[in-house]
């Protein structure tokens, strides 16, 4: 990857861009200047190709594997590629396979994150996630679908196609983890990676009834991952079981030294240890603004998730924190006014996505394909580029600083309690949109779902989905939000609920096959 410095035409055309109103004089000056600036650029080349890379790393480590295919019998939609990575022989998660969302970078397996702009991308190196399941002995079989650029919490936007609730077939899996979702739920992984900017680990563990944590912010590396915006990126680990989602934590989370969205001075315990004591001691907050969403709430979840709670044994309370109702509006507006300048104009080159390779696809797929983007990432786009480009940072700046009090808001709340309970979703899974399907209705169906999950990737509190059981013969999520650094006890908390529901609902499944 080698950057040219600007010649004297292309600083004329900027200067003109920018309205600086250069002379030729002027051009000449700071071509040279530019000249000699840029010198950084091109030593910073020169140090990335030759950093002293970990023993064994990148090229020993990806020789032999095996990039993987879309399989041809998937009637869930689920796979990406398939393919088998095996990890170290003994380890915590030895004998364990893994889907890996297709927006973490795996070695030598070519990565889309769902979107037509990274058509042909082929990861040089792991992300960190990957590095550590690797480590801990599990096996990566494969990547699992995500929705186009991460932008949707349905299961319709993804180039590669719409992935298929195992609870019935016609309806969303959820996103944009969408993928691992539907496979864990069909048993045919032990567990897997996703991500979360607005819901996206904890809308399909929702409606495909598994469980699935949004960790607190920045205790799991992002590095090598599709972001969207850095304030809002995070990583998480899903699974069948309260347990599972333990073991993959323990095992994923830590600072890697190089994402800038974490905290050095993290430590890690063993997060399998929380989960034995019940939950007599806890004292749980049942989130009065999670429920009875005005034109969003189905009173069956709403009834299903508070009937769960009120079944602890627990101090289960009424809280009520009042701006979680216009939470969204402020995530609306960091992830519009963040993806415009970073994902979609910078191409996750800003502090973003750490992976030179992937920053650079990602600008050049984004011109190339740009039709075939979905309508989300187009919506975002739009609205994105105008709010920069006529008030530039100034609603991200509001946005920015309105979270600071919500922060502050649960945190009150959560004085009070160890952990608030909420329905993840207002709804059970809504029906896949046709592909053919106007603008309008590709939407609804990608972002209506969010207002209870998204307030949280503002605040960076971890949350976690519990199947609570079915409504309809569709699974039901409860959310737990936690103390951020707290999820020992989100974790406990979550295990008595999944105690008490049965946990993962078992498939059988309706709405024909495809
Ligand atoms: N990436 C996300 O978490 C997301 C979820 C729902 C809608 C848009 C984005």
């Given at each position: 990857m080698r950057a040219q410095p600007p010649t004297p035409a292309d600083l004329a055309a900027l200067s003109a861009r920018y309205g600086f109103g250069l002379t030729g004089e002027d051009l000449a000056a700071y071509h040279e200047l530019t000249t000699e600036t840029f010198e950084s650029c091109a030593a910073v080349e020169r140090q990335w190709a030759a950093r002293d890379q970990p023993a064994g790393q990148p090229a020993d480590r990806i020789a032999g594997r095996d990039p993987g295919l879309r399989p041809q019998d998937d009637r869930l939609g689920a796979w990406q590629r398939r393919t088998s990575i095996k990890g170290a022989p003994e380890g915590p998660l030895a004998g364990r396979t893994v889907a890996v969302k297709d927006n973490v970078c795996v070695a030598g397996v070519p990565m889309s994150g769902g979107s037509a702009a990274l058509d042909g991308f082929v990861p040089a190196r792991d992300a960190t996630v990957v590095t550590r399941l690797l480590e801990a002995?599990?096996?990566?079989t494969g990547t699992s679908v995500c929705e186009d650029l991460c932008l949707?919490?349905?299961?319709?936007?993804s180039a590669a196609g719409p992935v298929r609730n195992?609870?019935?077939?016609?309806?969303s899996a959820g996103g944009s983890s969408s993928g691992s979702a539907a496979l864990l739920a069909a048993g045919e992984v032990d567990l897997a990676i996703g991500g979360d900017q607005g819901g996206s680990v904890r809308i399909p563990a929702a409606w495909c009834g598994v469980v699935g944590l949004k960790p607190t912010y920045g205790l799991v590396p992002c590095t090598g991952s599709v972001p969207i915006e850095p304030s809002v990126d995070h990583l998480g680990p899903m699974a069948r079981t309260v347990a599972g989602v333990a073991d993959l934590l323990t095992v994923i989370a830590g600072p890697d030294g190089s994402d800038p969205r974490q905290d050095p001075r993290t430590t890690v315990p063993d997060y399998r240890l929380a989960l034995g004591g019940g939950a007599g001691e806890l004292r749980v907050g049942l989130l009065a603004e999670g429920f009875g969403l005005p034109g969003r709430s189905d009173p069956a979840v709403d009834a299903t998730v508070r009937g769960l709670v009120r079944r602890l044994d627990a101090d289960v309370r009424d809280v009520s924190v009042p701006g979680h109702r216009d939470a969204p509006h402020l995530w609306t507006v960091i992830v519009v006014a963040g993806a415009a300048t970073q994902l979609i104009d910078l191409a996750g080159g800003g502090v973003a996505g750490c992976d030179p390779e992937l920053a650079a696809a990602l600008h050049r797929g984004r011109r190339e394909h740009?039709?075939?983007?979905s309508a989300t990432v187009k919506l975002v786009t739009l609205l994105g580029a105008h709010l920069i480009h006529t008030s530039g940072g100034a609603h991200y700046a509001m946005a920015r600083r309105l979270a600071a009090r919500l922060t502050a808001a649960y945190d009150a709340a959560l004085a009070g309690v160890d952990v608030l309970a909420l329905p993840?979703?207002?709804?059970t899974a809504t029906p896949l949109p046709a592909p053919a399907a106007p603008p309008r209705e590709q939407v609804a169906r990608a972002l209506e779902m969010i207002p209870n999950t998204c307030p949280f990737d503002v605040t960076g509190h971890p949350a976690i989905s519990v199947p609570a059981g079915l409504s309809g013969g569709l699974p039901v999520g409860l959310m737990l939000v936690g103390r951020h650094g707290d999820e020992a006890t989100l974790l406990r908390a979550a295990a008595a609920c999944e105690r008490l529901s049965g946990g993962a609902p078992a498939i059988t499944t309706t709405g024909g096959t495809r």
């Open positions: 002995g599990a096996e990566i949707s919490g349905g299961s319709h936007t195992p609870h019935d077939l016609t309806r740009a039709g075939r983007l993840t979703l207002p709804m």
